[in-house]
T-cell receptor
């Protein structure tokens, strides 16, 4: 248990569906991250939020829409996804985005797009 | 930008010491070196972090030479449960530290 909780753990959705992934942390952290990890590939940083403000969008397609209503919660809204978007989506949090910060990761959401 | 290079994979046997070396030739003065461990279908987990010389905790040791252009993660007496991917991360060298993961080293521990 890392203190970062992601729901759901597994999700199957059609290409025309709209769904949302949720991430929650009560570690008092100010920075939150979304990563995508496809099969046997490195983690790809998608978005970074620091004090609820988006500080990084790593050229992510607009069918992925993040939302950070407060420092404890982070959402990833999904719509009209493609099969190649199937992957493990990981959320992380850290105290800040400083250079010696330690990140805590959730268990991830295994997404399958059919 | 700082970039890291690690071996793609390593094999070891239970009870052995494993050393994984990471090269980061362009490391900046303010950059720390951080190692994470990832098991299949799980998020990475922080192992150890250092700036220079040697750092040791209950899990591993981290050796950093004076020029800081490389670092070595040392896992003493590995067990089967240490089979995982190990990532070396170095700060981007600017004011915005981003947790950028490379390809990592896939360690397989055999009985």
């Amino acid at each position: 248990e890392t203190g970062v909780t992601q729901t759901p753990r597994h999700l199957v959705m059609g290409m025309t569906n709209k769904k949302s992934l949720k991430c929650e942390q009560h570690l008092g952290h100010n920075a939150m991250y979304w990563y995508k990890q496809s099969a046997k590939k490195p983690l790809e940083l998608m978005f970074v939020y620091n004090f609820k403000e988006q500080t990084e969008n790593n050229s992510v397609p607009s069918r992925f829409s993040p939302e950070c209503p407060n420092s404890s919660h982070l959402f990833l809204h999904l719509h009209t996804l493609q099969p190649e978007d199937s992957a493990l989506y990981l959320c992380a949090s850290s105290q800040d985005t400083g250079m010696n910060t330690e990140a805590f990761f959730g268990q991830g959401t295994r997404l399958t797009v059919v | 930008l700082a970039k890291t290079t690690q071996p793609i994979s390593m094999d070891s046997y239970e009870g052995q010491e494993v050393n994984i070396t990471c090269s980061h030739n362009n490391i900046a003065t303010n950059d720390y070196i951080t190692w994470y461990q990832q098991f299949p279908s799980q998020g990475p987990r922080f192992i150890i972090q250092g700036y220079k010389t040697k750092v040791t905790n209950e899990v591993a040791s981290l050796f950093i030479p004076a020029d800081r252009k490389s670092s070595t993660l040392s896992l003493p007496r590995v067990s089967l449960s240490d089979t995982a991917v190990y990532y070396c991360l170095v700060g981007e060298g600017d004011s915005s530290y981003k947790l950028i993961f490379g390809s990592g080293t896939r360690l397989l521990v055999r009985p």
